[in-house]
């Protein structure tokens, strides 16, 4: 079992900046890639940024260019700094995690989503 828990989210105004993180907790050894989702009203949920087994990082259409996601794996926590913040950017962020064992795909975990809104 792999638990995440999320922080930073909030309300912010269009131009503004703010920094989202995930710290696993539980068999993290299991965990090979680290990634941020986001879900906006009425919406299908949406890959953000994310970041693979060896460290390659890939981003969302709608936000490269404006945010930087980061892993620290030696404390085991994700960040995903978001700069220039748009109203559209405006929804719910998941942060997710892939595990494996002996090589296999095992499955994926959830953080449980802060919401960040931007509004003026």
């Known amino acids: 079992q792999v638990q995440l828990v999320e922080s930073g989210g909030g309300f912010q105004q269009p131009g503004g900046s703010l920094r989202l993180s995930c710290a696993a907790s539980?068999?993290?050894?299991?965990?090979?890639?680290w990634a941020w989702y986001r879900q906006a009203p009425g919406k299908q949920r949406e890959l953000v940024a994310s970041?693979?087994?060896?460290?390659?990082?890939n981003y969302g259409d709608s936000v490269r260019g404006r945010v930087d996601i980061t892993l620290h794996r030696a404390e085991n926590i994700l960040y995903l700094q978001m700069n220039d913040l748009k109203p559209e950017d405006t929804a719910v962020y998941y942060c997710k995690v892939d595990t494996s064992s002996a090589g296999a795909y095992r499955g994926d975990y959830w953080g449980q989503g802060p919401q960040v809104t931007v509004s003026s």
């Open positions: 970041v693979g087994a060896m460290d390659e990082k």
């Open positions: 539980g068999e993290v050894f299991s965990i090979y890639a």
